[in-house]
């Protein structure tokens, strides 16, 4: 990673001649781009307030940042020096740590906070990293906002908290936006890096990918994708990358590593009951229609497999176009469909795909496919599924059907994305530069 120097240049943010810069007498760019900013974060923060409030303040104490309480155990036992993948949470939880040991790694400054404060420092990290998503995903219809576009990123955010998969994340815990952000912001910003203040922070592109696969494991999907569309430095890059963090790992944590990838890592029942609602993969789906095991194996391994070819053909389309966030939005819902277990927290990768679809937001159709869209992921479709099984009124066919809304949704987001590949390129995004980086 490098970081760079510099005043910036025309047109950047930050740069002089922009939003009040050399050219408005008497207000310096910074000041001036002070208040959107501030508005913004004031009304995601008001936005976020109660469903903060629901899941931090009025929770049950017995349910509170559970998969958060997993990682910082997983911190804490690398600490202790106690097994990582052996401990169990407290009473009634008694969930296990399932991810890579570099992931405990991480959890160790969460393990060194006290617990309660630790719970309100990662919702901050969340909010904070969704403000990062959509100022990314959104961008061309942001662009339209001008020296306002924090503002507009704000109310954005805001409305994306109560979409059922984020909030689940900030009910759980959850670590699926930092996945989320480092694919993103890998593949739509790993040309040019990003600004901060003066300085531009650079890294090599494929590298963040690289890291969020060393964190958990479906990321690899972006490891085919770049194969597929032969973007040959950037898997270089993300392979390296997950490589190193991984071998470092091992040398710091050698039994913890050991354990996760000869034992851990082959049982998926350490990761909950795969059959139940929350479940929203094609094998979720399949094992709840209590099939004989074989031949729910052999199904899952038809359906997934050809749901992630026609999604990677489709992830494929989207970058020969240049549609960088449709490119990833694609290659995570493929993730969602080809994981054995993709919980309800896991979709918020549907942020991306409203921003794919979404674009400039001239094109009413476009417009309508995403207020729909984000409708539909408003809808908590597994728990009302589950409760629609309980009332005999209902045929258990629909019931069934309803169960598993948030995978048709995944269907019906790649049939939007494929759509979307087949239209000419008119918006405003984040675009590769004119010379291929594909030969390196």
């Not at 025309?10 to 310096?28: E, H, K, T, W």
Request: charged share 15%; net charge positive.
């Amino acid at each position: 990673m490098v970081v760079d120097g510099g005043s910036g240049t025309p047109g950047a943010p930050g740069a002089r001649g922009r939003d009040g810069g050399a050219g408005s007498p008497g207000r310096s760019p910074a000041r001036s781009a002070v208040l959107p900013v501030l508005l913004g974060v004031l009304v995601l923060a008001a936005a976020a307030a109660p469903v903060v409030h629901r899941y931090l303040v009025a929770y049950p104490d017995d349910q509170w940042q559970v998969d958060l309480e997993v990682y910082r155990e997983a911190g804490r036992s690398l600490l202790l020096g106690r097994p990582v993948y052996e401990f169990l949470t407290e009473s009634p939880q008694l969930l296990p740590f399932t991810y890579p040991t570099f992931s405990a790694v991480l959890a160790v400054p969460l393990a060194l906070l006290p617990w309660g404060a630790a719970g309100w420092v990662w919702t901050g990290v969340q909010l904070a990293l969704l403000w990062l998503v959509v100022g990314l995903a959104f961008a061309p219809l942001l662009a339209r906002a001008g020296r306002w576009a924090p503002l507009a990123q704000g109310v954005l955010a805001g409305a994306c908290v109560w979409i059922s998969p984020v909030g689940e994340n900030l009910r759980f815990g959850q670590v699926n936006l930092v996945l989320v952000s480092l694919c993103l912001l890998d593949v739509v910003r790993g040309h040019d890096g990003v600004r901060l203040g003066r300085y531009r922070v650079r890294w090599p592109r494929g590298a963040l990918v690289g890291v969020a696969v060393a964190v958990k494991l479906t990321p690899g999907v972006f490891l085919i994708h770049f194969a597929l569309t032969r973007q040959w430095r950037e898997l270089r890059n993300a392979v390296l990358a997950a490589v190193g963090v991984t071998v470092a790992t091992f040398l710091l944590a050698p039994e913890a590593s050991l354990e996760f990838w000869t034992s851990a890592l082959l049982d998926p029942e350490r990761l909950g009951p795969n059959a139940g609602s929350s479940n929203q993969s094609v094998r979720g789906f399949l094992l709840r229609l209590y099939l004989p095991d074989a031949v729910t194996t052999l199904l899952w391994v038809l359906l997934a497999g050809t749901a992630a070819a026609l999604g990677l053909a489709v992830a494929r389309r989207l970058h020969r176009r240049g549609s960088l966030v449709g490119e990833v939005a694609a290659c995570g819902v493929v993730a969602l469909l080809l994981s054995p277990v993709s919980w309800l927290h896991h979709f918020v990768w549907g942020v991306l795909v409203l921003g794919a679809v979404l674009g400039d937001g001239r094109e009413r159709r476009r417009a309508v496919v995403a207020v729909v869209g984000s409708a539909l992921l408003f809808v908590a479709w597994p728990w009302w599924g589950a409760n629609l099984l309980a009332e005999r009124s209902v045929p258990v066919p629909l019931a069934r059907a309803v169960q598993s809304g948030d995978l048709w949704w995944a269907f019906l987001a790649l049939v939007a994305l494929a759509r979307l590949g087949r239209e000419p390129a008119r918006e405003v995004e984040e675009r590769r530069p004119t010379e291929s980086s594909n030969s390196g």
